[in-house]
């Protein structure tokens, strides 16, 4: 990352099958690790990071890497990924917690503008990402920006 911390924060969900353990959400991870790797020909998975519903946070690109997330926005902010589809429900309690909690850690650690912006991957591209229900939800949550994105990269 050039110029941390950053200003944007952007919210994902996977889209395909979701995960309640730590096993299963790291088969997960892998696949799509292997999937951005080898199909998409990225040295690693896209996102910064990946929240499943077992509470846990995956690192991907992490906090200091510039991801490949958010086309036109990747090299001034970051993003997590839910791991699952979220277009007809919300990620548990379990998960929402543990996005919340890598948030707040981001301000602290200073990786994240403590004014920072949250925003749905639809906000900056024409997508159905995040899902419709958990971008309905993320509209609640305090740093959700209606503000315009303009495009860099």
């Not at 992490?62 to 997590?80: D, E």
């Not at 650690?109 to 309905?136: I, Q």
Request: charged letters at 15%.
């Amino acid at each position: 990352m050039e110029h941390l911390p950053v200003d944007l924060f952007f919210i994902h969900h996977t889209s395909e099958q979701s995960c309640t353990d730590p096993a299963h959400c790291i088969k997960i991870v892998q696949g799509i690790q292997n999937y951005h790797i080898e199909h998409n020909g990225w040295w690693d998975i896209g996102y910064s990071f990946l929240v499943g519903e077992d509470g846990n946070v995956y690192e991907g690109r992490g906090w200091k890497r510039v991801g490949a997330h958010t086309y036109g926005f990747n090299s001034r902010s970051l993003a997590l990924s839910f791991i699952g589809n979220f277009e007809n429900r919300v990620p548990n309690e379990k998960a929402l917690n543990a996005a919340k909690a890598l948030l707040q850690c981001g301000v602290q650690k200073g990786y994240l503008n403590p004014s920072y912006r949250l925003y749905g991957h639809r906000d900056a591209l024409p997508t159905e990402c995040p899902g419709t229900s958990l971008y309905n939800l993320i509209n609640t949550w305090p740093h959700y920006s209606t503000i315009p994105l303009r495009k860099s990269q």
